[in-house]
Each structure stands twice: as structure tokens, then as C-alpha cells.
């Protein structure tokens, strides 16, 4: 039997969602830097003061493998909460992936390094590293409250959390999700006379 994070990570985000009914989906300006990217684990949380990404070295250091490191930098656009130096480390060190309510910079380095990083964008100025922030505590990220272990599940159509306490409930109700979807795949292949009946029968609700 797989862990509850791999089956998460077989999911798209929007069934996800549908069984969070919408609510826990990070602010849709949190992107993967690469469409391909997919990544599912548990967050290793981090909240930064603006410019100064001493907490994002001090999570580096104590995460464990998979986990995936959520950074609220307060949404700020201007400075990097990492660029490929930092974020080369993280990957080498065998974290999973970073989401991050702000930007990195070396963006192109960053690509290359083939390694899930979501986030608003790109800058060119670096953080300082003043020694500010607090890891491993209760986060607000993209406008959702994060706890420390909560499922995060990243795909080419954003971020959502899946809430711990609730996880094994959300699984099951994604999976249902899924398979509906799949279904409805089918019918969209279908004949037309399939398609106006289940239009008819949403509509005459
Ligand atoms: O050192 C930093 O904070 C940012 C940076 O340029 C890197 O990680 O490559």
C-alpha cells in the first residue's frame, strides 16, 4: 500500500480542490517554473521578514528529505527569497520542492536544475540574511493558513493544502472526484445525443 503522499501525488490539483470545495488553493499567482512540474509532500514551513532569508537556510538545514519547504515571504515581488545556489542545496540535500508567496532569482539556473520550485516570479535582488523569521510554525502562504505537516500537492494548475487532520477524508473524496472526471472525459468523446442529455439533465435541475 502506497504512503498517502504518493497517492496524492497522483492527483490533479483541481480534484483536490473540488474536495476542499475551493477554499484551500493557494493565490493563483504561486506558479511552477516549468508546466511539467507535479510534486506532492509534506510542508516544512517557514515565515521570512521581507529581504532577510535567514530562516529559509535555517529550514534548509533542518527539514527532512521530502518534505517541501513553504516559504510566506509576505507575497513581496522586489527581493529572492533564493536563487540556484540555495535552491541546489535544498535539492541536493533531498527536499522536495519549495512554494513560495514571493520570487526566487537565477531563474534560468533554477530551470536547469529540473526541480520543482513554485512561486510568483523573478527579481534580481538577493535577501539579506539578518537572522529574522521562524520556521516550522503555523504560516499564512497565498492566503491559506499552513500548518507544519500539512499535504501540499503542486501541479501546472497552482498549489493546494491539504489540511492533516483531514487528509485521509480529502483523499478519498478526491479520488471520487477523479473518477468522475474521468467519466466525463468519456462522455465529451461521446455521441452528441449523450452530450445534450447530460447538459439537459444539469440544466433541468
Ligand atoms: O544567496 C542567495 O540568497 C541568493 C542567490 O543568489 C543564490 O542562492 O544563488
Redesign the pocket.
Same mark, same amino acid.
Given at each position: 500500500m502506497k504512503d498517502i503522499v504518493s497517492l496524492f501525488q497522483e492527483i490533479p490539483t483541481t480534484c483536490i480542490s473540488d474536495a476542499l470545495q475551493g477554499m484551500n488553493n493557494l493565490d493563483p499567482g504561486i506558479k511552477p517554473l516549468k508546466e511539467q512540474y507535479r510534486v506532492a509532500g509534506r510542508a516544512f514551513t517557514v515565515k521570512m521578514p521581507v529581504g532577510d532569508?535567514h530562516a529559509v537556510l535555517r529550514a534548509i538545514s533542518e527539514a527532512k528529505p521530502d518534505d517541501i519547504l513553504v516559504i510566506d515571504a509576505k507575497g513581496d515581488t522586489y527581493r529572492?527569497v &533564493?536563487?540556484?545556489?540555495?535552491?541546489g542545496m535544498a535539492q541536493t540535500l533531498g527536499i522536495k520542492g519549495f512554494v513560495v508567496d514571493g520570487v526566487i532569482?537565477?531563474i534560468h539556473g533554477i530551470r536547469e536544475l529540473n526541480y520543482p520550485v513554485f512561486c510568483k516570479g523573478t527579481t534580481v535582488a &538577493?535577501?539579506g540574511i539578518a537572522g529574522g523569521g521562524e520556521i516550522n510554525v503555523p504560516i499564512s502562504c497565498g492566503g491559506v493558513s499552513i500548518q507544519p505537516g500539512d499535504i501540499i500537492v503542486g501541479d501546472v494548475d497552482g498549489v493546494v493544502v491539504v489540511p492533516k487532520d483531514i487528509e485521509t477524508t480529502i483523499l478519498h473524496k478526491a479520488l471520487d472526484k477523479l473518477k468522475m472526471d474521468q467519466e466525463r472525459e468519456e462522455l465529451v468523446s461521446g455521441d452528441q445525443e449523450a452530450i445534450r442529455k447530460h447538459l439537459d439533465s444539469i440544466l433541468s435541475k
Open positions: 532569508n529572492a &533564493a536563487g540556484d545556489f540555495v535552491v532569482r537565477d &538577493a535577501s
